[in-house]
């Protein structure tokens, strides 16, 4: 039986203070969203894993898009999982993104995307992550 395997987090974009370049900044990241494939049958990375608020619900506030998705065993093809995420942090507008990954046979892994700069923007430039592993058990060693 394979184990599962929860994945969650958040991307966030600060507010700007220009209300058409914020409303502008939304689209962008919307329409990322909406470029994703539907989850039509077994799919690993699709738009159904995200929700956002529309731009005119975010001004003048900080975008946050909120994901989360049920896998079996995910940690055999976390890597492939990365590589979506980030093709998709790429395309964005963010300041800072975090994903959990909650196993049951390797514990918890924190994944943080943070821009080197106010705030990233849609270009093809590498990402940084930072990973932080926590395991708790049951189990005494």
């Not at 699709?46 to 896998?71: M, N």
């Not at 395309?91 to 892994?109: I, K, P, R």
Request: charge should be negative; hydrophobic fraction near 35%; glycine fraction near 4%.
């Amino acid at each position: 039986m394979e184990s599962e395997s929860i994945v969650y987090g958040c991307i966030r974009d600060w507010s700007v203070t220009d209300v058409e370049e914020q409303q502008q900044r939304s689209l962008t990241n919307l329409a990322a969203l909406q470029a994703l494939p539907e989850a039509d049958g077994w799919e690993l990375f699709h738009r159904d894993l995200f929700g956002c608020s529309t731009f005119a619900s975010v001004l003048p506030q900080s975008q946050v898009i909120h994901f989360g998705g049920s896998y079996r065993s995910i940690e055999y093809e976390w890597a492939v999982w990365v590589q979506h995420f980030e093709k998709l942090l790429k395309q964005m507008y963010w300041a800072s993104a975090v994903v959990h990954l909650e196993t049951e046979t390797n514990g918890t892994h924190t994944f943080r995307w943070e821009s080197e700069h106010d705030s990233h923007q849609p270009s093809s430039e590498d990402l940084q992550v930072r990973c932080v592993w926590e395991r708790d058990s049951s189990l005494r060693l």
